[in-house]
């Protein structure tokens, strides 16, 4: 099946930074990438996605990049604020698995002010 | 207001005893799912639904039930529940439209198996 590989595990960054978090897919049949946030003891939270056909994509602060062919998308986060701390979860999936959505393991990412 | 509502959120119990974790959703969603979420591992998908009477399974299947008699609900069963099986375990739902689209998460239950 699928596999999602998610880099760093932790990222901590200055308030205003920029974070970037990487995610690698292994099947090259994967055609929708979200991405999604969990706050501190809630549940996981879609916060943008991207589909195959379209190599980026921006809302506000956020922005997903896609490479297909060497198949890793990528999230980043500008003007980096407090509340933007979180785990943050890639995932892939693959239309003819039924809608597999594997995830890739979570990165947690805190801002400092 | 449309939600995922799972039941119970915190539940302690003993090795073997039975127990059922219920998922209900009022969003007239096809696709179910049910992940469970352990450190260092993320979510790792147990069973899923795409339909009633549909179900599937994902990643990390051993030692769980899952049926899918109507399109709201979508329990989550332990038979005989064992200490590797203490996660915290999240119940999803998606509008399957023949691709995939936003997961709605359940609040998430704790289950703690002694």
């Known amino acids: 099946g699928e596999n999602v590989e998610q880099h760093p595990s932790t990222l901590s960054v200055q308030e205003g930074d920029s974070a970037v978090i990487k995610c690698t897919y292994s099947?090259?049949?994967?055609?929708?990438f979200p991405w999604y946030k969990q706050e501190l003891g809630k549940r996981p939270q879609l916060i943008i996605d991207?589909?195959?056909?379209?190599g980026e994509k921006k809302d506000q602060r956020i922005a997903v990049t896609l490479n297909k062919t060497a198949k890793h998308f990528s999230l980043h986060i500008t003007e980096t604020q407090p509340e933007d701390s979180a785990v943050y979860f890639c995932a892939a999936s693959t239309l003819f698995s039924g809608y597999a959505l594997n995830f890739g393991k979570g990165t947690s990412l805190l801002v400092t002010p | 207001e449309a939600q995922v509502t799972q039941n119970p959120r915190y539940l302690i119990t003993v090795t073997g005893k039975k127990l059922t974790v219920t998922c209900s959703q009022n969003m007239n969603h096809e696709y179910m799912s049910w992940y469970r979420q352990d450190p260092g591992l993320g979510l790792r998908q147990i069973y899923y639904?795409?339909?009633?009477?549909?179900?599937d399974k994902g990643d990390v299947p051993e030692g769980y039930k899952v049926s899918r008699k109507e399109k709201r609900n979508f329990p989550l069963i332990l038979e005989s529940p064992s200490p590797n099986q203490t996660s915290l375990y999240f119940c999803a739902s998606s509008l399957w439209q023949g691709f995939a689209g936003e997961l709605f998460f359940g609040e998430g239950s704790r289950l703690t198996v002694l």
């Open positions: 639904s795409m339909n009633v009477e549909v179900t």
């Open positions: 991207i589909r195959s056909n379209v």
């Open positions: 099947d090259s049949a994967s055609n929708y």
